[in-house]
């Protein structure tokens, strides 16, 4: 006898013959990632799916569901906003605002001289001066920015990468000098090299030397400030650079596993070292894909560290994550729409269970932040946190018969392409060859191309045009370098030149012998060496980096 067909199949056809009645708009029903979802979910497409393997409960492996078990009824994320811009004091005052307006943890944006390692009264720093975050040249610049502020109590976030190692010891040394316990700082240094050469481009010294330095915090920052993340490995700029979701996630991974390979050439213990990588994802537009991908990277990590490296610390497992809403995706065109960009953005980091985060202000496509602006950001947060309802419970779309789905299509086509990687050498070789290069560039391009035939829809850009409201923008003051250039010059007189001398060609040494750095990087910053001065000592060891041309 034939046995029944079950009921959820007679409803599956009955619901494909009522689609066949509504044809479909004609535009692009994929993700960011060109994944394509089928129209409905249901338990048809989880029926393998394995509770205690691919979820399980929050704070537990694999940590799907959120690295902490109560997740935001404990404690909300930490509310970071970026800021930096013109002078120490000009910034100072602007971390004081924040913090009294609600914001719970600093995160600094430095200019770009500081990010290239130049002082503000280099030839090559000259136009550049505090226009896209803070100048610090010297401990006396750093001295300033957090004047006022205890730092045992403010976590910081300093957005900097080559000359990483420079700008940590300048802030333990203000500390220091403030008397604060470094057992009890607690922040985090960008420190990833790696996306430098694969995306954002603010590299100094070639890459083997330059992962070097990074692995040199590795050792000496577990022993030295035990609170303290050393590195936050960054999927931001990837995503900025205009690779897909899958992407950023892969590559992201892929750079947080080379670190951890460095460091166990390097002698250091897994689980010495590994509870304290942190890693910063961006939040685009496509609202599941984002929430999945963060839910992907904690079980990726998760399964890596513990099976592949070994890490019997449960700390080491845990991918603890900042989120930045998408900068890429603000328009110049109506810049307030982009307070809605930015809402939705949040809304998906918190909901695929972001620590910390960081939302843009609706102007940044056409200058830094005003206050104004910088507040109308901060105030999405607090919106999100306590009028939205999502801190209720953790994870609360985890089961979703789509949302589960999609978890699992990016983990799948992540781990293709870390392990594709992987057949390649690694990601140093990769960047040698020019790999990252070419896919986000061809990324980038078929998402042009989309948009430009009106497949995806920009509000306000390719659709729904209109004038828009002029906003007012933040213009920084060309004295700002002539204030730099004074206190310099004023530092350089006033310092100890012998003391200056010495702690630089300890620092020379300790490069050319392939010691930990750090220890001399703090003297320096102590005896009031220039950012410009150490990273000099450093280029004359490792030489300059220049990225060879793709044909």
Not at 263 to 289: C, M, Q, T, V, Y
Not at 339 to 362: C, F, K, P
Not at 380 to 394: L, R, W
Request: proline share 5%; hydrophobic share 40%.
């Amino acid at each position: 006898m034939a046995q029944p067909r079950p009921k959820h199949a007679w409803m599956r056809e009955t619901y494909q013959k009522s689609l066949a009645k509504m044809p479909e708009r004609k535009v692009a029903h994929k993700t960011l990632s060109d994944i394509a979802p089928e129209p409905l979910y249901t338990p048809e497409d989880l029926k393998d799916f394995d509770y205690a393997e691919k979820l399980g409960y929050p704070g537990e492996y694999p940590y799907t569901r959120g690295v902490y078990g109560s997740m935001y009824r404990s404690r909300l994320w930490t509310m970071r906003m970026f800021a930096g811009f013109g002078t120490a004091e000009q910034t100072n005052e602007r971390f004081k605002k924040l913090l009294a307006a609600g914001q719970n943890g600093l995160s600094t944006a430095f200019d770009l001289p500081t990010l290239m390692g130049y002082d503000s009264d280099h030839p090559l720093s000259k136009g550049e001066v505090g226009k896209c975050g803070v100048a610090v040249s010297s401990l006396a610049d750093m001295e300033i920015l957090f004047e006022g502020i205890n730092l045992e109590e403010v976590t910081t976030s300093m957005t900097i990468n080559s000359p990483a190692n420079a700008i940590w010891a300048m802030y333990l040394a203000a500390a220091k000098k403030k008397g604060y316990d470094w057992n009890k700082l607690g922040g985090t240094i960008q420190n990833d090299i790696l996306k430098e050469f694969i995306a954002q481009k603010e590299f100094i010294f070639p890459p083997e030397p330059s992962v070097k330095l990074v692995i040199d915090t590795f050792e000496w920052g577990p022993r030295n400030v035990p609170k303290w993340n050393f590195i936050s490995v960054s999927g931001y700029h990837i995503r900025e650079a205009g690779s897909t979701a899958v992407q950023e996630l892969a590559y992201t991974l892929a750079d947080g596993f080379e670190y951890v390979e460095w460091a166990l050439k390097r002698g250091l213990e897994i689980d010495e070292f590994a509870p304290r990588i942190s890693f910063f994802f961006n939040a685009h537009n496509d609202f599941f894909e984002e929430i999945c991908k963060f839910r992907a990277a904690r079980r990726i990590w998760a399964k890596e560290m513990r099976h592949r490296y070994g890490a019997k610390n449960p700390q080491s497992w845990m991918l603890r994550t900042h989120a930045q809403t998408a900068g890429v995706s603000l328009t110049a065109q109506q810049p307030l729409i982009n307070i809605a960009r930015v809402a939705i953005q949040a809304l998906a980091a918190v909901l695929g269970g972001t620590n910390s985060l960081h939302t843009d202000a609706y102007d940044e496509a056409l200058a830094l932040p005003t206050e104004e602006s910088a507040k109308i950001a901060l105030r999405t947060q607090q919106i999100i946190a306590y009028e939205s309802g999502v801190t209720h419970t953790a994870d609360p779309l985890g089961g979703s018969y789509y949302v589960e789905w999609l978890t699992d299509q990016m983990e799948t086509q992540a781990m293709q392409i870390i392990e594709e990687i992987r057949r390649m050498g690694g990601v140093v070789r990769a960047i040698e060859e020019g790999y990252f290069l070419r896919e986000i560039a061809d990324a980038s391009y078929r998402f042009q191309q989309e948009v430009e035939r009106g497949e995806r829809i920009i509000v306000g850009v390719n659709a729904f045009q209109d004038e828009g409201l002029q906003v007012p923008i933040q213009l920084i003051d060309p004295e700002v370098e002539r204030v730099q250039a004074e206190r310099l010059a004023r530092i350089r007189r006033e310092r100890d030149p012998q003391a200056v001398q010495q702690a630089l060609a300890a620092l020379r040494q300790a490069a050319k012998e392939g010691r930990n750095t750090m220890p001399y990087f703090v003297d320096c910053a102590l005896a009031y060496c220039t950012l410009g001065e150490m990273m000099d000592e450093l280029r004359a060891v490792y030489g300059v980096y220049e990225e060879p041309v793709l044909v």
